[in-house]
């Protein structure tokens, strides 16, 4: 079991930056890739980005490219997303979560979830 907690979101303007963190508890964190997706209100929960276990790869949805950039710190038990630029587009609520596999886009391949951060940027 790994308990997953979100923090770090709030509201920003157009343009502006947020880092979110995601602390992870329980199982080793190292044997996890770690993933971002998020929320609109309306809308499924879509992709975001990804890590590799020691971190060493990361993936991005195309709509966040060069933008949004994950990291981890497999000492500290955590996954980062630095957010600049932020668009109005990019708000809604974001959920880390963790998977034993590399490279998976969808919502129903990760195992365990944070309970959600609320990003709103207003334009």
């Known amino acids: 079991q790994v308990q997953l907690v979100d923090s770090g979101g709030g509201l920003v303007q157009a343009g502006g930056s947020l880092r979110l963190s995601c602390a992870a508890y329980g199982r080793t964190f190292s044997n996890y890739c770690m993933g971002w997706f998020r929320q609109a209100p309306g809308k499924e929960r879509e992709f975001v980005a990804a890590i590799s276990w020691s971190g060493g790869r990361t993936h991005y949805a195309d709509s966040v490219k060069g933008r949004l950039t994950i990291s981890r710190d497999n000492a500290k038990n955590t996954v980062d997303l630095q957010m600049n630029s932020l668009k109005p587009e990019d708000t809604a609520v974001y959920y880390c979560?963790?998977?034993?596999?590399?490279?998976?886009?969808?919502?129903?391949?990760?195992?365990?979830w944070g309970q959600g951060t609320q990003v709103t940027v207003s334009s």
């Open positions: 979560a963790a998977t034993l596999e590399w490279l998976v886009v969808v919502r129903a391949g990760y195992d365990y």
